[in-house]
């Protein structure tokens, strides 16, 4: 783990022998803050600290001043913080087995150096312990600092739906706003795509240090470079989501990854290079992004049989989706016949806002960007389906949780709709919706949850396919376009990416 270690001038006897026991333990030690010694108020030294966890530069921190006291009551005001005091060994690993806690806070004028060791050992070498009762207690902990926002998204997250962030970029985790996501937007997991890291690549100067570094390095491939960028941003995002992961028994809190476009028709390097990037990352609640195509399938299963997250993306049709949960089936069976763990998870991205753009033309203007929102609507009557029945619940008694219906690309394309349209008509218990992050903003300022989807939801959007069907648009064949069409975007995403890196290269050599 990497330790953040921070005190006032009252905590600073403490600091340097506590650090060699994170060190002897094995722990990379990091200091914030002040560091002269001279007189200094907790709350600096405090907030230094936590804006490391906060921007997932430090798993967990050792915060000191004179009693304790007071650090503990700056710390615990920080996003994501959940800092404690003890005087003790029991409660030093009990804090984290039980309470996920991530920051301790000692006292310097109320314990010696040797005791402090002790208790800095044992909370160092204590992990969550994930039991069903700690699980509870942490959730409804959690429930508590989430009830303290009660904007729109809060009410969209109490509907059952998760919000997962469609987007990242490094200065949102180093300046913090991806922690006050989480805090105050009840954010909990996060998706990318190629799109969104040449953006961040390309127009910005955020990556340009370590671009220099691995290229001075040796390292020459683009896609080598691109993944090591990548899996550092996904890694530090992980960490803030780790607590979410924890506490939902391994069904929420993920960050994706996605492997090569240009793979999208080739099964096997989509296994070889899932696999690959997984290990690599070597973080529990990182997914691998898979296209739903045909020949992704195979991939899915096979990586699934593995003990692999999946995030299948591309999918747009129910027959699509269809195809996607059963891979996902399949490999979780192949696991139960080689008495293996089923705690694998999986989502399953369709896409929205797609649907529409295409259709607009086509359509009359009573049925004009509805498309979307009724091919979504018979996904989620498939995953109903799908997931329940003796097949499933074999599975599900072995440990198997569902895979979770997706909604992607819900930011809204026709300005003549409200900026929340898709988000407020896809609200769904169950379910995941991942949202641009200017959306997200809309939806947390303006947004309203107009309701859930029910039985009647599922008439109303047979009604429609049937009504489209009727108007000219063949609603079948429009969604295979749909997903050769994402794909081809994505590739041009893919070279747009490469060819960012290589101009960057060339920049800052010439620099």
């Known amino acids: 783990m990497r330790i953040v270690m921070a005190s006032d001038h009252a905590g600073r006897p403490l600091r340097d022998p506590l650090a060699e026991v994170a060190r002897d333990l094995g722990h990379e030690v990091i200091f914030a803050g002040p560091q002269t010694g001279d007189s200094v108020d907790y709350p600096i030294a405090a907030k230094a600290l936590c804006e490391e966890i906060g921007a997932g530069r430090a798993d967990r921190g050792i915060l000191l001043c004179g009693s304790g006291a007071g650090v503990t009551v700056a710390a615990n005001k920080m996003p994501l913080i959940r800092a404690s005091s003890t005087e003790n060994i029991y409660t030093a690993h009990q804090m984290v087995e039980h309470d996920a806690v991530n920051v301790i806070t000692l006292g310097a004028r109320t314990m010696g150096v040797e005791p402090a060791k002790e208790i800095v050992t044992a909370f160092l070498k204590a992990e969550f312990t994930g039991e069903e009762r700690h699980r509870r207690r942490l959730g409804e902990v959690i429930q508590m600092a989430r009830e303290q926002f009660m904007n729109p998204m809060y009410d969209l997250h109490e509907t059952g739906q998760r919000i997962w962030l469609d987007y990242i970029r490094r200065d949102i985790l180093d300046n913090g706003t991806l922690a006050r996501y989480i805090n105050e937007l009840s954010v909990t997991g996060l998706t990318s795509n190629p799109s969104i890291f040449d953006k961040a690549i390309a127009d910005t100067e955020l990556y340009d240090e370590e671009i220099k570094s691995l290229r001075a390095g040796g390292t020459t491939d683009r896609e080598e470079i691109f993944f090591t960028l990548a899996i550092q941003d996904l890694q530090r995002a992980a960490g803030l989501f780790r607590t979410t992961w924890d506490v ?108 529409d753009k295409a259709a607009m033309n086509d359509l009359p203007d009573d049925l004009k960007d509805r498309l979307g929102v009724a091919a979504s609507v018979q996904c989620w009557r498939a995953s109903l389906e799908i997931f329940s029945g003796p097949r499933w619940e074999a599975l599900a008694a072995k440990g198997a949780t569902p895979q979770k219906l997706l909604f992607a690309s819900t930011s809204t394309k026709d300005p003549a709709l409200p900026d929340t349209y898709y988000v407020s008509a896809l609200a769904a218990d169950g379910t995941v919706n991942t949202i641009p992050e200017k959306t997200l903003l809309a939806f947390a300022d303006h947004g309203e949850v107009t309701g859930k989807l029910e039985e009647s939801s599922i008439a109303e959007a047979d009604d429609i396919i049937a009504r489209c069907n ?42």
């Open 470 to 511: 009727a108007a000219g648009v063949d609603v079948a064949a429009l969604g295979e376009r749909l997903q050769i069409e994402g794909r081809d975007s994505f590739n041009q995403s893919w070279h747009d990416l490469m060819a960012a890196i290589d101009e960057k290269s060339k920049n800052l050599q010439t620099a």
């Open 248 to 355: 939902s028994g391994a069904t929420d809190g993920c960050c994706s990854l996605e492997v090569s476009p240009l793979l999208a028709n080739d099964t096997n390097s989509t296994i070889e290079q899932g696999a690959s990037l997984f290990a690599r990352a070597a973080t529990p609640n990182l997914m691998i992004k898979v296209p739903g195509t045909p020949e992704g399938a195979p991939a899915i299963e096979e990586l699934i049989s593995r003990g692999i997250n999946i995030n299948v993306t591309l999918l747009f049709s129910e027959s699509q989706y269809r195809r996607a949960a059963e891979a996902y089936i399949k490999g979780l069976e192949r696991r139960a016949e080689a008495g293996e763990s089923l705690k694998v998870f999986s989502v399953a991205s369709v896409f929205v806002s797609r649907w």
